[in-house]
């Protein structure tokens, strides 16, 4: 892992020492000792895929969701890792062709109490869908996303929704007149 994989396991091990461990169950101190092999220990090989080398971060992802650590979460889906990312890591995915791979990751935290990473996650499925082909599911989750979006106030990601509901209608006006 690299500097950003360091920093993140140095805030996670620093809000885990906060935590009363007495009280915590074994099964979330093995998610949590999980997180911290992903993060702490795994190593991609040198000509490995994109895919394997964010794999750390994309298993500690799924294991934080499982114990409900959100921010903790979302610090991982929103980072960037120079030489390796254009993008945060969630978006990155799309780039590199991992749309499968964005709807698993999207689909953990789609009912997140995290209004945040709820967006992030509901706007990344719809546009996952998108370059899936399922363009029906795109809708749905774009006019969802759009109420979200318009009761936060929220208009950048009003805008991000708009434009894409507007690549949605002309792919469909495009395949519709073939």
């Given at each position: 892992?690299?500097?950003?994989?360091q920093k993140?396991l140095?805030?996670?091990?620093?809000?885990?020492?906060?935590k009363d461990?007495a009280?915590?169950s074994?099964?979330?101190?093995a998610?949590?000792?999980?997180?911290k092999n992903?993060?702490?220990?795994?190593?991609?090989s040198?000509d490995?895929?994109?895919?394997?080398?964010?794999?750390?971060?994309?298993e500690?992802?799924?294991?934080?969701c499982e114990?409900?650590?959100?921010?903790?979460?979302?610090q991982?889906?929103?980072?960037?890792?120079d030489k390796i990312?254009?993008?945060?890591?969630?978006?990155?995915?799309?780039?590199?062709?991992?749309?499968?791979e964005q709807?698993e990751?999207?689909?953990?935290?789609?009912?997140?109490q995290?209004?945040?990473?709820?967006l992030?996650?509901?706007i990344?499925?719809?546009?996952a869908?998108i370059?899936?082909?399922?363009?029906?599911?795109?809708?749905k989750?774009?006019?969802?996303?759009l109420?979200k979006a318009?009761?936060?106030?929220?208009?950048?990601a009003?805008?991000?929704?708009l434009n894409?509901l507007?690549?949605?209608?002309?792919?469909?006006i495009?395949?519709?007149?073939q």
């Amino acid at each position: 892992m690299g500097k950003t994989g360091q920093k993140i396991l140095t805030e996670f091990e620093s809000s885990w020492a906060t935590k009363d461990t007495a009280n915590i169950s074994c099964w979330k101190r093995a998610h949590y000792r999980a997180v911290k092999n992903w993060l702490g220990k795994y190593q991609p090989s040198k000509d490995g895929s994109n895919l394997e080398k964010v794999q750390g971060y994309l298993e500690a992802y799924h294991h934080l969701c499982e114990v409900e650590a959100e921010e903790e979460a979302y610090q991982i889906i929103d980072i960037r890792i120079d030489k390796i990312f254009i993008e945060d890591l969630h978006f990155q995915l799309g780039i590199w062709g991992y749309y499968s791979e964005q709807v698993e990751l999207y689909n953990k935290s789609l009912n997140s109490q995290n209004n945040r990473l709820n967006l992030i996650c509901s706007i990344g499925l719809a546009n996952a869908y998108i370059y899936l082909g399922n363009y029906n599911q795109a809708i749905k989750y774009h006019h969802k996303n759009l109420i979200k979006a318009r009761i936060i106030k929220n208009r950048e990601a009003e805008a991000k929704i708009l434009n894409s509901l507007g690549v949605i209608f002309y792919i469909v006006i495009i395949i519709l007149n073939q």
